[in-house]
T-cell receptor, first 115, second 109 residues
Framework: GAVVSQHPSWVICKSGTSVKIECRSLDFQATTMFWYRQFPKQSLMLMATSNEGSKATYEQGVEKDKFLINHASLTLSTLTVTSAHPEDSSFYIC???????????FGPGTRLTVL | KNEVEQSPQNLTAQEGEFITINCSYSVGISALHWLQQHPGGGIVSLFMLSSGKKKHGRLIATINIQEKHSSLHITASHPRDSAVYICAVIPNTGNQFYFGTGTSLTVIP
C-alpha cells in the first residue's frame, strides 16, 4: 500500500537554528500535502496545506515566514522551521491523499525539540 | 466549540474486555475516519466510513449519519491495542479534517 515517510523522525536543535522536515510519498504522487502540529496531549492542528507547484495556504495564526513550506515535486514536501524557538518544540506530521477514494496517509511524524 | 467530540478521554481496560469509544460530530460530513496513534506518535488510519459498519479483525466501526455519531469497538482487547484513538471527520465542504481530542486507551495484561 501507499507509504508516506518523514525525515528526520526526531531532531534536537539550538534556539535560533532552522530545521527542515521532509515528507515523501514513496510509491504514489501526492498532489496535496497537509502539515500538522501536535502538542502533548492535544489534537492535531492544521498548519498549512500545500499543492504541488503552488504556494501553500496557511491557517490563521501560522506565520508563513517562520514555517516555510515547499512542495516542488509530486513526491516531496518540506516544512522548514526557521529561527526555531523552544515554543516551536512539537510533533510535526504530514498527511496526504491517494487513490480513487482519497485514502488518507499520515507520515510517521517528526519530534522537534528546541533547546 | 469543537466540531468533533470523543468519549471517554481516557480508558483503562483489562485484557480481553470489549471496548467502545464514541464520537459525535456537529457538521455535515463526507466521511469519518478512525485513527490510531501509538506512543511513538505515528498515525494509522483504521477505518474510513461514510455509512453503516466496517470490520477489520477485532475492530468494528459503525456510523449513524442521521444522529451524527460513530463508535469504534475493540473485541477481546489486548495490551498491544494500547494507543490513542482519534475520530476525525471530513466535512462536506472540503478535504480538511476536524479531529477529536482522542481517547487514550490502556489495556492491562
Amino acid at each position: 500500500g501507499a507509504v508516506v515517510s518523514q525525515h528526520p523522525s526526531w531532531v534536537i536543535c539550538k534556539s535560533g537554528t532552522s530545521v527542515k522536515i521532509e515528507c515523501r510519498s514513496l510509491d504514489f504522487q501526492a498532489t496535496t500535502m497537509f502539515w500538522y502540529r501536535q502538542f502533548p496531549k492535544q489534537s492535531l492542528m492544521l498548519m498549512a496545506t500545500s499543492n504541488e507547484g503552488s504556494k501553500a495556504t496557511y491557517e490563521q495564526g501560522v506565520e508563513k515566514d517562520k514555517f516555510l513550506i515547499n512542495h516542488a515535486s509530486l513526491t516531496l514536501s518540506t516544512l522548514t522551521v526557521t529561527s526555531a524557538h523552544p515554543e516551536d518544540s512539537s510533533f510535526y506530521i504530514c498527511r496526504t491523499l491517494a487513490g480513487l477514494y482519497n485514502e488518507q496517509f499520515f507520515g510517521p511524524g517528526t519530534r522537534l525539540t528546541v533547546l | 466549540k469543537n466540531e468533533v467530540e470523543q468519549s471517554p478521554q481516557n480508558l483503562t481496560a483489562q485484557e480481553g474486555e470489549f471496548i467502545t469509544i464514541n464520537c459525535s460530530y456537529s457538521v455535515g460530513i463526507s466521511a469519518l475516519h478512525w485513527l490510531q496513534q501509538h506512543p511513538g506518535g505515528g498515525i494509522v488510519s483504521l477505518f474510513m466510513l461514510s455509512s453503516g459498519k466496517k470490520k477489520h479483525g477485532r475492530l468494528i466501526a459503525t456510523i449513524n449519519i442521521q444522529e451524527k455519531h460513530s463508535s469504534l469497538h475493540i473485541t477481546a482487547s489486548h495490551p498491544r491495542d494500547s494507543a490513542v484513538y482519534i475520530c476525525a471527520v471530513i466535512p462536506n465542504t472540503g478535504n480538511q479534517f476536524y479531529f477529536g481530542t482522542g481517547t487514550s486507551l490502556t489495556v492491562i495484561p
